[in-house]
């Protein structure tokens, strides 16, 4: 399958109190024309950096390394978005890749109707002819399954979080792009809320062809949507592959542990939920060798503590950065035990 991204050795900076602190660690990883990657990890793992890096709406303390590359091929010649200038980003953001932020039930202006929110993201981008604007509207919110004649006239607090999340990912979809970037799309929404939005988003990447980027702690919502999965631990790849064998062969401890302390509602294979002890390391203090290494039962003195695990292939497409990804693959959560 074509690629339309490619992250190549991406690490990102951010400089806080004089100091400059690695929040991405030499990421790589690609996107492939129709798929949806699902990057996944706990809070402070680098998930949503890694989209801000992507989108290039990163702080102002923060910095992409210039040795690593953001590279573009849905154009009509690649582009590394890493090196684009203000100006080009501008047209570059929203026509080629939107994104719906996490926290977004906030993103709405509570002063402007809805209709105006479409209108002015498309002005913003020269599109002027407000009835163009209006019927493109109409259409996505229909594809979003709302009520468009009725959600245009409302203001944001007429509608329910539910709502509001899918006029979100409706104005994100207004100028086409070719790759959309969820970041925790259902955070805050109720369980049966969040299986509606999981549908939308599947029928929204059938009708319009999307590649999809999903950010999220959650696996189950991984389990739901994503083709590959890539597992960030500390800013660093630790685990990468096609999702059959990420959740039913996973390699990495840190992946285990994810996978085992989701519940479950079988009947048939309840199981005791699987705590992963102690918390992610903070921005400057990550340790060394192996950044899981302080959590990780199954680590070893002398090794993992001082040796960084290099990337190794278990499988087709499937990496893993663990000096015992053998032993985590035997054994599977009794290492936890």
């Keep these: 399958m074509e690629s339309i991204l490619k992250v190549e050795n991406l690490s990102v900076y951010y400089y806080v109190k004089g100091k400059k602190l690695k929040a991405v660690d030499n990421v790589t990883f690609g996107l492939r024309k129709g798929e949806t990657l699902g990057i996944a990890g706990e809070s402070g793992s680098g998930k949503s950096t890694i989209a801000s890096a992507i989108m290039r709406i990163l702080p102002d303390n923060a910095e992409i ?35 719906v932020f996490q ?103 059938k009708e319009l062809g999307l590649s999809i980027i999903l950010i999220t702690h959650d696996l189950g919502l991984i389990a739901d949507l994503a083709d590959r999965v890539l597992i960030l631990y500390a ?6 592959g096609p999702i059959e064998d990420i959740y039913y062969s996973p390699a990495h401890p840190y992946t285990l542990g994810l996978i085992h302390s989701l519940p479950t509602l079988d009947v048939r294979s309840f199981r005791d939920l699987v705590t992963i002890p102690g918390t992610m390391p903070t921005l400057g203090n990550v340790p060394s060798g192996c950044p899981f290494h302080p959590r990780c039962p199954i680590a070893q003195k002398g090794l993992c503590d001082v040796e960084e695990p290099k990337l190794t292939e278990v499988n087709n497409g499937h990496l893993v950065a663990c000096h015992f990804y053998l032993k985590a693959k035997q054994e599977g959560v009794k290492i936890y035990e």
Excluded at 145 to 164: C, N, T
């Design 65 to 99: 390394d210039p040795a690593g590359k953001i590279i573009y091929y849905g154009a009509n010649e690649p582009l590394d978005i890493s090196k684009m200038k203000e100006g080009d980003l501008y047209k570059f953001r929203w026509n080629e890749i939107s994104m």
């Design 103 to 205: 926290g977004a039930l906030n993103s709405l202006n509570p002063t402007i109707r809805i209709r105006d929110h479409f209108l002015d993201t498309a002005r913003a981008h020269g599109i002027k002819d407000e009835k163009i604007i209006l019927d493109k509207a109409k259409k996505l919110l229909e594809l979003t399954r709302l009520e468009p004649r009725r959600v245009l006239r409302a203001y944001p607090h007429e509608l329910s979080g539910g709502m509001k999340q899918r006029v979100l990912i409706a104005l994100a979809l207004l100028l086409d792009p070719k790759i959309l970037i969820l970041d925790e799309p259902t955070t805050a929404l109720d369980v049966i809320t969040q299986k509606h939005i999981l549908d939308i988003i599947k029928n929204i990447k």
């Design 235 to 240: 800013g660093k790849k630790v685990e990468e």
